[in-house]
Structures are given as structure tokens and as C-alpha cells.
């Protein structure tokens, strides 16, 4: 079982990126899944959530402009940024709790993917 992230790049201030998770392995469905950020020299920062009922949360400062979301029948997750700034610049981490079995779920870490916008 892995999830694999992808997505990451260099784009300007005011671009947008779409970041995707894809999970694989034998995994049934995705529960409750996140994106985490970390920036150089910053602790890793939650950015958003999406539970398996589709309610989401957000850090207050991508708010309006990141969106969580998920193809269930892909078995991937998403985070499409919008009018991204320098401060966005960070590694991002995809989080996920997967069905490996009947009634068994996991939490799983993608590899991480490097955004970096540009003033």
C-alpha cells in the first residue's frame, strides 16, 4: 500500500497548481485525508482536511484559495491552489487513512512534493 504524490513545481505568484495523491495496493476506499505543508525551517503545517463524508477544513491562510477534494473511483486525493504566493513555498505531504482489509484502516504518508512560487 502507498500513496504517491505528485503535482509539485515552480509557478509564480498568483498561479495555481494542482496536487495529487494516489493511493495503491489493494485499498478498498479512502477514509479521512489530509495535506500538510512544511516550509524550510517551519514545523509541518496541517492545510486541509477532507473527511469521508466530504466536509472539509482549512488552515485560515489558504482559505478561499485551496481546495481539497477526492476521486473515489481513482482512489486519489487533490489540492487545487489558487492565487499562490511566495508563502505557499513548501514541501507538501498528503495523509490518508486507507481500507487495507475488512474493517481495517491505516494511515499512510505520501513522499512529499516540492511547490515553490516565485515573486
Known amino acids: 500500500v502507498q500513496l504517491q504524490a505528485s503535482g509539485g513545481g515552480l509557478v509564480q505568484a498568483g498561479g495555481s497548481l494542482r496536487l495529487s495523491c494516489a493511493a495503491s495496493?489493494?485499498?478498498?476506499?479512502?477514509?479521512?485525508m489530509r495535506w500538510y505543508r512544511q516550509a524550510p525551517g517551519k514545523q509541518r503545517e496541517l492545510v486541509a482536511t477532507?473527511?469521508?463524508?466530504?466536509?472539509?477544513a482549512y488552515v485560515d491562510s489558504v482559505k478561499g484559495r485551496f481546495t481539497i477534494s477526492r476521486d473515489n473511483a481513482k482512489n486519489t486525493v487533490y489540492l487545487q491552489m489558487n492565487s499562490l504566493k511566495p508563502e505557499d513555498t513548501a514541501v507538501y505531504y498528503c495523509?490518508?487513512?486507507?481500507?487495507?482489509?475488512?474493517?481495517?484502516?491505516?494511515?499512510?504518508w505520501g513522499q512529499g512534493t516540492l511547490v515553490t512560487v516565485s515573486s
Open positions: 495496493g489493494g485499498i478498498s476506499s479512502i477514509g479521512i
Open positions: 477532507q473527511s469521508s463524508g466530504g466536509d472539509t
Open positions: 495523509n490518508a487513512e486507507l481500507s487495507v482489509g475488512p474493517g481495517k484502516w491505516e494511515y499512510y
